[in-house]
Structure formats: structure tokens, C-alpha cells
Nanobody
Framework: VQLQASGGGSVQAGGSLRLSCAAS????????MAWFRQAPGKEREFVAS????????YYADFVKGRFTISRDNVENTMYLQMNSLKPDDTAVYYCARYFIPGTVIDLRGAVNEYDYWGQGTLVTVSS
């Protein structure tokens, strides 16, 4: 199982970035997926998640209306479109696979429920 996150970078406040998470090594379409982030000195926190078929998405309150999670089960890739970025969004962003395969449809935001993680991609937002 491999998850490869990419797309991070440095932007000014108000800017946009699109993160990608390329998955391989298992049947991607079977899995609930999520993005988390970890800012310096803080714990890793849930950002957004998407059900196996993209039918339901969930967001942390602090990104609602600004970020959009999506997935492409043909390309085995998950995305996070981030708009209206704020300095508080500065963090390393991680993609992760939920540890139980199948048709999970509710919000799963606990770090310890994810078994595989990408290496992280750094997002820096300056004011």
C-alpha cells in the first residue's frame, strides 16, 4: 500500500492550492479516504473525508466553504482543492486510508482509525 501526496507549496493569504494523493497497492475504490493536517507544535487534525464512491463528503468546520475533497476511482487519486487560504492553514497535509474497507458512509475523523498515510506535503500560507 502506498499513498503519495503532492501539490503543496507557498502561497499568499487568499490564494489556492490543489493537493493530490496518488494511491497504489490495493483496490482504492473500496476505501474511505481522508485528509489530515499537522501544524508545528500541534496535533494532527482531521480536515476532510470522502466515502468510497465520492457520494458523501465531510469537512472540519474550519475549512467548510473553502476546501473541497474529491476522488477519482479510475485514476486512484484523491484531491483537496483549497481556496481562500489563511495563514492558519499552514501545516503538513497528509492523506490517509480508513482501516476498514467497505461502504462506510458516516464521518470518520479519528487519527487512530487510519492505517496507511502518505508522506505529507507542506502548505505554507503567508499574510
Amino acid at each position: 500500500v502506498q499513498l503519495q501526496a503532492s501539490g503543496g507549496g507557498s502561497v499568499q493569504a487568499g490564494g489556492s492550492l490543489r493537493l493530490s494523493c496518488a494511491a497504489s497497492g490495493w483496490t482504492f475504490r473500496n476505501s474511505y479516504m481522508a485528509w489530515f493536517r499537522q501544524a508545528p507544535g500541534k496535533e494532527r487534525e482531521f480536515v476532510a473525508s470522502v466515502t468510497w464512491n465520492g457520494g458523501k463528503v465531510y469537512y472540519a468546520d474550519f475549512v467548510k466553504g473553502r476546501f473541497t475533497i474529491s476522488r477519482d476511482n479510475v485514476e486512484n487519486t484523491m484531491y483537496l482543492q483549497m481556496n481562500s487560504l489563511k495563514p492558519d492553514d499552514t501545516a503538513v497535509y497528509y492523506c490517509a486510508r480508513y482501516f476498514i474497507p467497505g461502504t462506510v458512509i458516516d464521518l470518520r475523523g479519528a487519527v487512530n482509525e487510519y492505517d496507511y498515510w502518505g508522506q505529507g506535503t507542506l502548505v505554507t500560507v503567508s499574510s
